[in-house]
């Protein structure tokens, strides 16, 4: 690849992120119009349009797409009001409990199903508790996001990020659990202290206002025990479907759109019926993403930090800490699937050629799980829960308001991270 492309591809790349960043053009319309000017530039030498899934990760968007048809099925049969009227009953309308039920509950959903299934589970239950409270469900549901990212981190499945980087080191569900697990507890419990200390305690004297919702009957909630009945029983094989992929060989992502044809089909329901339960701005600006990632690997730059990073081979504390880092901001900046995607070439050429113990997997994992939390662009989830309060509440959210949310929390479990790793692998 020549200067003049390398220079092109990174000039695209900071624009974008600086009219992302600057708010002043809607996010997912200009990575998408990022990725459309790096496939018109030719950059990519011989690409053709059929190649197109070597470029955009399929997988993630077929999940995305899936769930979002699947969750949009069980919210019309009345589920989630249903589910929100227990939750209200049981916290007894103490606002606090209440709130971190939610995030322990959300962190250990994310463990065994991906983050975005688990976001748009909770987010119709959040906003239901937050209409209760006559306050905005941004807090509440940017909070369950950041759950959701650090749960994702404990397993194999739990996160996107994990099951490539499982798939490239052969290690499996259970070396995930005994690894990133501990850590995953460590900054769960930093989390919740946090956002109950900083976030929350404004809400703390606000449960009079859940009475209206405890004393309502749930099963009047239900629109069609029948319509709730096929929906849940589609979900729960969905679930059984991404725990025992390896074992029946079907991706993740084929058992979500077989989901979603399922559900449709048993109740009757049509794409258009639908359509408002897609998050189409998410989909368009993950698409944009993966382009501008591939972009950034096909001129070059992948092997350039490979040989970089190449020199630090001989100092392991020096390796693994730099690497934990930058996969950390490249995960929050650019997002975890694509840093991840970028990463993965470059640590299997420093484990081949330059003798680096495979421990270094474990560094890529927890940095790329919990730094993936720092921006809207980090992780899918962020970026669903972002557009669901959105279109809730219709007030704007931008790059800088998900920025100061998330910054001191991310931070605090990047460093938490970096202790247990300088801990677990003696350096």
Known sequence: MSLLQWLFVLIVFVVAYYLIISGKFNRSTVAFAAGIIILLSKVIPNFDMK??????????????????????????????????????????????????????????????????????????????????????????????????????????????????????????????????????????????????????????????????????????????????YKSLAVFFGIIAGFLLHGLIGVEPSLVALAGAAAAMILNGKSFSSLSEDIEWDTIFFFMGLFVLAFALKEVGITSFISGLLGTL???????????????????GFIGAVPAVTFMIPIIQGMTSNYGVPSEIWWVISISACLGGSFSIAGAAANMVGVGLIEKHSKESLTYGDFLRFSMPVTIMTLVAGTAYILFRFSL
Request: net charge positive; proline share 3%; aromatic share 10%.
């Open 51 to 228: 190649e197109l899934g070597y470029l955009v990760d399929f997988n993630t968007i077929s999940i995305l797409i899936g769930m979002m048809i699947v969750v949009g099925t069980l919210r019309t049969t009345g589920f989630f009001e249903f589910v929100a009227v227990h939750v209200v009953r049981v916290s007894k309308g103490n606002v606090r409990i209440l709130l971190i039920f939610f995030m322990v509950t959300i962190a250990l959903f994310s463990a065994f199903l991906d983050n975005v299934t688990t976001i748009l589970l909770f987010a119709p239950i959040i906003f239901l508790v937050a209409d209760a409270l006559e306050v905005s469900p941004r807090m509440f549901l940017l909070g369950g996001v950041l759950s959701a990212n650090i749960g994702g981190t404990a397993t194999l499945i739990g996160d996107p990020p994990n099951i490539l980087i499982g798939s490239a080191s052969g290690f499996g569900f259970m070396d995930f659990l005994r690894i990133d697990g501990p850590i995953t507890l460590i900054a769960l419990l930093i989390t919740v202290i946090y956002l109950d200390r900083k976030v929350f305690k404004d809400y703390r004297s606000m449960g009079a206002k859940l009475k209206r919702l405890a004393s309502m009957d749930p099963n009047k909630a239900i629109v069609s025990k029948s319509a709730l």
């Open 313 to 331: 081979s001989g100092n392991k504390l020096v390796l693994f800490l730099t690497l934990y880092w930058l996969s950390a901001v490249m995960s």
